[in-house]
């Protein structure tokens, strides 16, 4: 028996062991009685996982796998757990486990056709559908793959931070396309007061540094103000600076709000000003009939980003990165790469290389294929529908406790409240949170807003009821009384 011979026994052995492992692990999460994360000393983690022993001597395998995942699964998170509601990070499709075993499995990792031909066809169909929700796509089927002059283009990439980057870079190819060889030059980018900080990293990344943020103020309920942009612009401009573009939110990542975008979108077209539109988390309701209308204008962008593995029931990590002129998208990387990259490709290939931030990537499409595949479209918009519906509800019902404050309706899904009975400061918001975190039944998050310091919940479970949110008020309650004796 050759060793390879001996390796696909062995993981034809340790397979079923796992899913086993893993389905008991999925039954405890949606059954929601015990605790949705155990935080131990990272220590003690590492010795109960015998990680030294593993390096130095190997023999992870079908033998020893099952103790190594009783260890692993216990100080895992359970997302799936209706107690859940911390960062925006998706209850996936169980699917998704399946594709990324598959990915996993074959490994066609990449992004030129010869090494991923079944990932790049996802891959590609995969942008039509979310093009074609832009209105960026207008052709019968999504394995329609020619071009034509009204046709938008994407590409899949690890995450919203470097799409949002990636966003950046295209932006910069169109308004500045000499810095790709002699650097940027008197280039600022006006985004919102509350933009993600992965967008002022893009920015410093992108060399222009943090002066170059031209910040737009927010209202109170951390919307753009567009009636304060023309103003901006002309100051821009007097000083003798180019604008890269406006960011705007889709939605904000603190409560959930969304920006203004059709006004927005008429002063970036008044001012011939790039449009990008970061839509990590609410480029959902693309998908939603009832919530469309949070995204009107969207369409008017030059460039938006979408993460699959927020509100599209996707494991991380998915995000495309679409434009609306599918020849932007062409001149991102000024390059040759005389080994993977070849002349006299006049339309985006299948190759995504040339146009991608990656060189190897993962075929991370086919997991947000299986979740559109495993349930229609119809199954996601019905997610998100009932989440921001039950956000609602939530809201409703914690805005009404006497002793808990809720300031701001929610747009989505996400939720900010502080419990009033106690010392009135930020440290002490934050300490609930934190003990209620290391209690462990129930996740949850915090953010600033307007400088005062909320607990924050993501409804990211379609199973997280009424019961769960009134359960956390009472730990909420249990936990200050024992820190106010
Ligand atoms: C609005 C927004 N943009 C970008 C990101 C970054 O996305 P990722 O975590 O996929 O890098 C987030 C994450 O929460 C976000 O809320």
Not at 166 to 184: D, F, H, M, T, Y
Not at 315 to 334: E, G, I, P, R, S
Request: glycine share 6%.
């Amino acid at each position: 028996m050759d060793s390879s011979h001996s390796e696909i026994l062995n993981f034809e052995s340790t397979v079923p062991i796992v899913l086993n492992k893993l389905v008991a692990f999925l039954n405890e999460s949606y059954l929601g009685k015990d605790k949705v994360i155990i935080q131990q000393h990272p220590h003690l983690t590492a010795e109960q996982l015998g990680l030294d022993n593993f390096i130095k001597n190997g023999g992870l395998n079908c033998n020893t796998i099952e103790n190594f995942l009783e260890t692993f699964l216990k100080n895992s998170l359970h997302i799936h757990h209706p107690q859940y509601f911390g960062h925006q990070n998706s209850k996936p499709i169980l699917m998704d486990g399946v594709a990324d075993l598959i990915t996993g499995t074959i490994n066609n990792p990449g992004s030129i056709y010869e090494m991923s031909p079944a990932s790049l066809v996802v891959e590609r169909v995969v942008i039509n559908w979310l093009l074609s929700k832009l209105n960026w796509f207008h052709k019968k089927d999504y394995t329609d793959f020619s071009f034509d002059t009204k046709q938008g283009a994407g590409v899949i990439t690890h995450g919203g931070s470097i799409a949002n980057l990636k966003a950046l870079l295209i932006a910069r190819s169109v308004v500045q396309p000499e810095a790709w060889q002699k650097g940027n030059h008197n280039l600022v980018v006006l985004m919102s007061e509350s933009a993600h900080y992965s967008m002022n990293r893009a920015v410093s990344i992108l060399g222009l540094g943090q002066d170059a943020i031209v910040k737009i103020p927010v209202d109170a309920q951390n919307k753009i103000m567009p009636s304060k942009i023309p103003g901006l612009i002309e100051q821009c401009h007097q000083s003798g600076k180019t604008i890269l573009c406006i960011v705007a939110n889709a939605c904000s990542t603190a409560i959930g709000s969304f920006d203004p975008l059709e006004d927005i979108s008429t002063i970036c077209k008044k001012y011939k000003i790039w449009f990008h539109v970061d839509a990590a988390h609410g480029g959902c309701v693309l998908n939603s009939e009832k919530h469309i209308h949070l995204v009107k204008g969207i369409e008017h962008a030059d460039s938006v980003i979408w993460d699959m593995h927020k509100m599209m029931q996707t494991t991380a990590l998915c995000t495309a990165v679409l434009v609306k002129n599918y020849q932007h998208l062409k001149n991102v990387f000024q390059q040759k790469g005389s080994y993977l990259f070849f002349e006299n490709e006049h339309d985006l290939g299948f190759d995504t290389i040339s146009y991608s931030l990656e060189c190897t990537k993962a075929s991370t499409a086919l997991r947000f294929f299986f979740s559109l595949a495993y349930q229609g479209e119809k199954g996601l918009e019905n997610y998100v529908d009932t989440v921001f519906e039950k956000a609602q509800i939530f809201y409703k019902f914690i805005k009404n406790k006497p002793d808990f404050e809720a300031p701001v309706n929610p747009e989505s899904n996400i939720i900010i409240f502080r419990f009033t009975q106690g010392e009135d400061t930020n440290a002490w918001q934050l300490k609930l949170r934190n003990i209620v975190l290391k209690q462990g039944m129930f996740h949850i998050t915090s953010t600033e807003y307007q400088n005062i310091r909320y607990l924050r919940l993501s409804i990211m479970n379609p199973n997280t009821d009424l019961i769960h949110i009134e359960n956390l008020l009472s730990e909420i309650r249990a936990v200050a009384s024992a820190l106010n004796h």
